[in-house]
């Protein structure tokens, strides 16, 4: 398996899980509807760890564009092959979204509710104001960077510490958990380009009945918010690694 094919299959796997789970919740005459935020959330830990696990030996488990430009711009990861991380990462999060639909078609039409349609696909805000939800999405992916390079230092993940390196998806999964819990009713919480735009697009091109728009105008903001604040916290990770003189 090549880096190409890890982070296309885990980006793909990755939303199978996590736009499944919305979907479980949101979709009438789903067993799960009205499961609620608690399953929500744990259904995308769920899918982070389990994603990370079956790609992270061959590809590190980026599976995020915000992931693979914030550790390229401190230097741990090749400018180079951002390009080929970030296409497999789209491709990947847009065939999952197509096989959530698959696996959900009666239920398309039963619920009426466009919008529910949507937050399968992508995220929206609870309260629409741009700026605000720039900055919750930029502080949810900083959280996330700063985190994941935190919990992979070698001082925690060894096996006398108590936790070998193989815990390192299952513990980024609990910091995915801990986030939507805890930052995600604003925006949903995206903090990932690819887990928002890969999936709008397969919205905007599925024949699903009754789907309304793709909004759009709100696509850029789960684009950029997690582009920038996975470059805050990889470079404050940076800065608080660095040896005082």
Known sequence: MTPFTAELIGTMLLIILGDGVVANVLLNKSKGQNGGWMVVSTGWAFA????VYCVGSVSHGHLNPAVTIALASIGAFDWDLVPLYITAQMCGALIGSVVVWLAYLPHW???????????????????????????????????????????????????RAGWDTGFGPFLVGMLVWGIGLSLGGPTGYAINPARDLGPRIAHAILPIAGKG?????????PVAGPILGGLLGAHLFKMLMTPTP
């Open 48 to 51: 982070v760890a389990l994603a």
């Open 213 to 221: 728009g793709s909004d759009w105008s709100y696509a850029w903001i």
């Open 109 to 159: 039409a039963v619920t009426e509710d466009p919008a529910a349609k949507l937050g399968v696909f992508c995220t929206a805000p609870g309260i629409r104001d741009p700026k605000s939800n720039l900055l919750c999405e930029a502080i949810g992916t900083a959280v996330l960077l700063l985190g994941v390079l935190l919990i992979g230092r070698p001082g925690n993940l060894n096996a």
